[in-house]
T-cell receptor, first 114, second 112 residues
Framework: KAGVTQTPRYLIKTRGQQVTLSCSPI?????VSWYQQTPGQGLQFLFE???????NKGNFPGRFSGRQFSNSRSEMNVSTLELGDSALYLC?????????????FGPGTRLTVT | QQPVQSPQAVILREGEDAVINCSSS?????VHWYRQKHGEAPVFLMI?????EQKGHEKISASFNEKKQQSSLYLTASQLSYSGTYFC?????????????FGTGTLLAVQP
């Protein structure tokens, strides 16, 4: 089956602009999580959505927001971009059935803010 | 709040064993383990829940000591493919929602 897809793969934006990133989960997975990865801060959790509801949220400012659609696809939006928002943004979809849990990451979107 | 991973780096020969530890100062709900190779996305290895059993299969397993808020990842008879950076993610109650914080990673290099 198809893996997690993220679009776009690369993006260059200017400070002050906003950006929307998209994530399509594996078919049947209802949970989507977003992460930010930078050389300085490492891997950080942004938020998790399950059945269109935000279930968990990391410590990021309100400029970072997300949503999930009825088909489980998710988008992440960053408004008023700052230089420090340059990072690899990863999404992962997961499925929990009984006592079994699986999670798969997409390839990421590399965002550069100039 | 960030969990402490040890060691920071380890070099192994193929076939040797390794243990990576993850310690938190918070009362944990779960611990997640990932491996990431350079230039690639992380790969989920396993999740250990509070009150759950040790997880794993064959040569990669993990344990969760709730009293000490520590988790250990065990790599047995390492293979070249085990090389990469291993991250633990610790999940704890953050009020209305749970928080997930990652360690800084352990770089593992397996040599022939």
């Amino acid at each position: 089956k198809a893996g997690v897809t993220q679009t776009p793969r690369y993006l260059i934006k200017t400070r002050g602009q906003q950006v929307t990133l998209s994530c399509s989960p594996i078919s049947g997975h209802r949970s989507v999580s977003w992460y930010q990865q930078t050389p300085g801060q490492g891997l950080q959790f942004l938020f998790e959505y399950f059945s269109e509801t935000q279930r968990n949220k990391g410590n990021f400012p309100g400029r970072f927001s997300g949503r999930q659609f009825s088909n489980s696809r998710s988008e992440m939006n960053v408004s008023t971009l700052e230089l420090g928002d340059s990072a690899l943004y990863l999404c992962a979809s997961s499925l929990e059935v009984g006592g079994s849990y699986e999670q798969y990451f997409g390839p990421g979107t590399r965002l550069t803010v100039t | 709040q960030q969990p402490v991973q040890s060691p920071q780096a380890v070099i192994l020969r193929e076939g040797e064993d390794a243990v990576i530890n993850c310690s938190s100062s918070k009362a944990l709900y779960s611990v997640h383990w990932y491996r990431q190779k350079h230039g690639e996305a992380p790969v989920f290895l396993m999740i250990l829940l509070k009150g759950g059993e040790q997880k794993g299969h064959e040569k990669i397993s993990a344990s969760f000591n709730e009293k000490k808020q520590q988790s250990s990842l065990y790599l047995t008879a390492s293979q070249l493919s085990y090389s990469g950076t291993y991250f633990c993610g610790t999940e704890f109650s953050g009020g209305a929602t749970n928080k997930l914080i990652f360690g800084t990673g352990t770089l593992l290099a397996v040599q022939p």
